[in-house]
Nanobody
Framework: QVQVVESGGGSVQAGGSLRLSCVAS????????MAWYRQAPGKQRELVAT?????RTNYADSVKGRFTISRAGLTVYLQMNSLKPEDTAVYYC?????????WGQGTQVTVSS
């Protein structure tokens, strides 16, 4: 069984920073890309950033230059700087393993103006 657990969410004022962490554990036969998604109230879940097992990264245009994804094995981080109210959402971590994607339970990020 694979578990994905996020942490580090919270409330911050606009312009502030937060660092999210995500740890995957369990029986993982094939370690692929890890990613952060977010879902704001009334909106669809959207991709924020991805990082492959070799360290290649990709970002949504809305967070480029403000967010940084990094990884150490089965732990992935999302450093979020210059936060805006529109970044408010539940942030989810995912791990791709073969044909499967494992999801965490999500962590709330709230940015006030």
């Amino acid at each position: 069984q694979v578990q994905v657990v996020e942490s580090g969410g919270g409330s911050v004022q606009a312009g502030g920073s937060l660092r999210l962490s995500c740890v995957a554990s369990g029986t993982i036969f094939s370690v692929g890309a890890m990613a952060w998604y977010r879902q704001a109230p009334g909106k669809q879940r959207e991709l924020v950033a991805t990082i492959t097992s070799s360290g290649r990264t990709n970002y949504a245009d809305s967070v480029k230059g403000r967010f940084t994804i990094s990884r150490a094995g089965l732990t992935v981080y999302l450093q979020m700087n210059s936060l805006k109210p529109e970044d408010t959402a539940v942030y989810y971590c995912s791990l791709s393993s073969g044909s499967r994607i494992y999801w965490g339970q999500g962590t709330q990020v709230t940015v006030s103006s």
